[in-house]
């Protein structure tokens, strides 16, 4: 190393065009009210969110994962007994989730739900998943 390689310095310069900017903030704010569907959640009923809860029941799962999200629940048992049919499960699990005195365990069985779809995804953890 040479003397002037130890005390050179070197200036680099960046230059932000704020109308760029402008542009990118504009269109970014048109994109997320575009997609923001708070208003349409918050004008829907509780008989059209169980509506829509029952068809994403209905289609996305089986009765063994709903008897599973209900075991979760505490409340499998009576319906396991009974030898409930699929639209009873979903009308339970719906009357159950849509309580507001049990927020609290349907927001901690998501999460579980979601931490267990993430595991069953990843190549290495999914061997260590039983489910």
């Known amino acids: 190393m040479s003397k002037n390689d130890n005390n050179s310095n070197e200036n680099v310069f960046f230059s932000l065009d704020e109308t760029e900017c402008e542009d990118n903030s504009t269109q970014l704010n048109d994109l997320l009210e575009e997609f923001n569907f708070e208003d349409e959640k918050n004008n829907l009923t ?12 209905k289609t996305n ?7 599973l999200m209900c075991e979760y629940y505490g409340i499998a048992k009576e319906l396991k007994k009974n030898k409930s049919n699929k639209d009873i499960i979903i009308f339970e699990l719906i009357t159950f989730e849509n309580n507001p005195l049990n927020n609290e365990i349907v927001l901690k069985r998501n999460g579980m739900w979601y931490y267990m779809s993430q595991l069953k995804s990843d190549n290495f953890m999914k061997k260590y998943i039983i489910w």
């Open 46 to 57: 509780s008989a059209e969110i169980m509506e829509i809860l029952s068809f994403e029941y």
């Open 61 to 67: 799962y089986t009765v063994k994962e709903l008897l």
